[in-house]
């Protein structure tokens, strides 16, 4: 009886470590002001990124002030592989650089308590 006691308190702390680690799965489009999130970028050209950022604004767009910008901007104009989407979430990193993200092109996106420390402590940073 104790000895089961015991494994169940084991296995209970290690599951509460486990994901204050690793935090809470979530979606960038679900983010809020002054969120802290972890996420994957994904960068046809440049390759993939692993981003911390503290949200600072989330923008819906429509579809079509998603055609004006292919319309107007030169950004990637010529690029088949570039999709802009409608959720636009701004990040700033812990040195003060502000990154626009689109949230649809994240993954193995996390809302954690490591994240926030990371961000906190100064490590890592957006590139």
Not at 19 to 28: C, E, S, V, Y
Request: with cysteine; hydrophobic share 40%; proline share 2%.
């Amino acid at each position: 009886m104790v000895v089961a006691f015991a494994l169940a308190l084991v296995s209970m702390s290690l599951a509460g470590i486990l994901f204050a680690i690793g935090g809470k799965n979530d979606n960038l489009a679900n983010a809020r002001i002054g969120d802290i999130f972890s996420f994957t970028y994904e960068q046809p050209v440049k390759g993939d990124g692993n981003y911390i950022g503290k949200v600072v604004s989330v923008r819906d767009m429509t579809w079509d002030e998603i055609d004006r910008l292919d319309y107007y901007s030169r950004y990637r104009r010529h690029d088949p592989k570039f999709m802009r989407t409608t959720t636009l979430v701004t990040c700033q990193s812990n040195d003060g650089k502000i990154r626009n993200f689109y949230a649809e092109r994240t993954k193995n996106c996390k809302r954690s308590v490591t994240g926030g420390v990371l961000y906190r402590l100064g490590y890592p940073v957006l590139v």
